[in-house]
C-alpha cells in the first residue's frame, strides 16, 4: 500500500525547486513546484486526508512548513464543492446591540467555531419585509442553514434552521424555548409569598416572538392564584428597540392612570430598568414602595441599583444547544423536533421585598 502512494504522490527528488516571486498566487502548483511534490500529496497532507499516515512524516513536515512560510490558504470554493459544504451559518437578529441576541449569540459562536464552521449575520429590526428578504440573500451567500433569534417566523425555511425563542410550529423549524410556564409560576409565586396581591403588568409588543407565550403563561398563573388583573393595572410595549426606553413611557402611562399596584412585573430586563427609572421619577422607591421583576437575568441586571430580581435564561447555553442542534440536523445526526424546552431560574436580588402594611 506504502508503494503504491509513493508512487502516486511522492516526490520526483527530495531537492526543493525555486522559490515563489514576490507577489505570486500561491497555490497547491505553487507549492508543489517549489517542494517536487504532487498538489495531490499536498492536498493530502493539509487537509489531513485518509491515507496521509502512510506519507513520512519528513515530507508532511515540509509540506505543512512551506505552506506557513508562504501563508498558504486553501480556495474556499474548491474546498465548498469538493466537500459540497460552506460550512457557513446564517443569522438572523433583531438587532446587534440587543443584550438578549448578543448572549445567545455569543453561545452560538462558541460552538460554531470549535466545529469549524463561520457564520453571516444580518439584523432585520423587527421588519417583516427584511425577514422575508435576508434568508434569501444568505443563501445567495451559499449558507448551509439558519440560526433564528428573536425573530418572528412566518412561513417554512428552504434550509434547515433552529430558532431560539421561537414558538410557531412551523415544519424544518426546531424551536429553542423557555418554559413559560415555570418561569411565570416562578415570578408570581415569589412575589404572592412576598405578600403582594396589586400586582401590575407589562406585555411584550406583538413584534417579539416571546410575548404572546409569555403574556399567556402569567394571565393563566395569575388565575390560578386568585390574583386579579385588572384592565387598568396592565401596559404593552410598543416600542421595538431594547433599551430602557420601551419600559419607561408604559409606566408612566400605568402612573398617569391613577393605578394602584405594590408589585410589577416586566416583559424583561431592559423594560424593567426603565420601569424603576420611571417609578423613581415619580418619587417611588424600589422595593420600598413597588417591587419589581424582570426577565432574562441580562449581564446588567445584577450591577442595577437596585440590583434586579428576574427570571434567568440561560442565554448563553440556548446558543450552545442551538447550534448544536443545526450542525446535528446538517449531518444527519438528528431528526427536525418542534421544541426543546429549557428551564428558567429565579434570581431573587434588591428589586422585590414585601409590600408595605
Known amino acids: 500500500m506504502l508503494g503504491v502512494l509513493q508512487q502516486k504522490y511522492m516526490i520526483k527528488r527530495a531537492k526543493s525547486g525555486s522559490e515563489p516571486q514576490l507577489g505570486q498566487v500561491i497555490s497547491l502548483r505553487t507549492l508543489g513546484d517549489y517542494l517536487d511534490l504532487s498538489p495531490a500529496t499536498i492536498s493530502l497532507v493539509l487537509n489531513n486526508a485518509p491515507g496521509v499516515r502512510s506519507i513520512p512524516q519528513e515530507t508532511r513536515d515540509r509540506v505543512t512548513e512551506a505552506a506557513a512560510r508562504f501563508d498558504y490558504r486553501p480556495s474556499f470554493y474548491a474546498r465548498s464543492l469538493r466537500k459540497r459544504q460552506t ?101 408570581l409565586r415569589h412575589l404572592y409569598a412576598l405578600g403582594h396581591r396589586k400586582i401590575a403588568f407589562m406585555r411584550g409588543g406583538s413584534h417579539s416572538s416571546d410575548a404572546d407565550d409569555r403574556w399567556a403563561c402569567l394571565m393563566a398563573k395569575a388565575r390560578e392564584l386568585k390574583l386579579k388583573v385588572a384592565p387598568e393595572s396592565t401596559v404593552q410595549v410598543t416600542l421595538r428597540v431594547s433599551t430602557p426606553d420601551m419600559g419607561f413611557g408604559p409606566v408612566n402611562e400605568l402612573l398617569s392612570r391613577g393605578a394602584k399596584f405594590t408589585a410589577l412585573v416586566c416583559y424583561n430586563d431592559m423594560s424593567a430598568i426603565g420601569a424603576i427609572r420611571a417609578l423613581k421619577d415619580h418619587g417611588i422607591r424600589v422595593p420600598e414602595d413597588v417591587s419589581v421583576v424582570g426577565f432574562d437575568d441580562l449581564q446588567t441586571a445584577a450591577y442595577h441599583n437596585p440590583s434586579l430580581t428576574t427570571i434567568r435564561q440561560p442565554l448563553n447555553h440556548m446558543g450552545v444547544m442551538a447550534a448544536q442542534i443545526l450542525l446535528k440536523r446538517l449531518r444527519g445526526q438528528e431528526k427536525s423536533a418542534d421544541a426543546v424546552s429549557i428551564l428558567p431560574e429565579l434570581v431573587i436580588r434588591e428589586s422585590t421585598a414585601p409590600p408595605r402594611l
Open 87 to 187: 460550512f457557513t451559518i446564517g443569522v438572523l437578529v433583531p438587532d446587534l446591540n440587543d443584550n438578549y441576541a448578543s448572549q445567545v449569540l455569543s453561545g452560538a459562536e462558541e460552538h460554531l467555531i470549535e466545529e469549524g464552521y463561520f457564520y453571516l449575520t444580518a439584523s432585520h429590526r423587527r421588519k417583516p419585509d427584511l425577514i422575508e428578504e435576508y434568508p434569501r440573500l444568505l443563501m445567495d451567500r451559499s449558507v448551509e442553514g439558519f440560526l433564528l433569534i428573536d425573530t418572528m417566523l412566518e412561513h417554512a425555511m428552504k434550509l434547515p434552521a433552529v430558532a431560539v425563542a421561537g414558538h410557531r410550529k412551523i415544519e424544518g423549524v426546531t424551536n429553542v424555548v423557555l418554559d413559560q410556564r415555570r418561569a411565570a409560576d416562578l415570578a
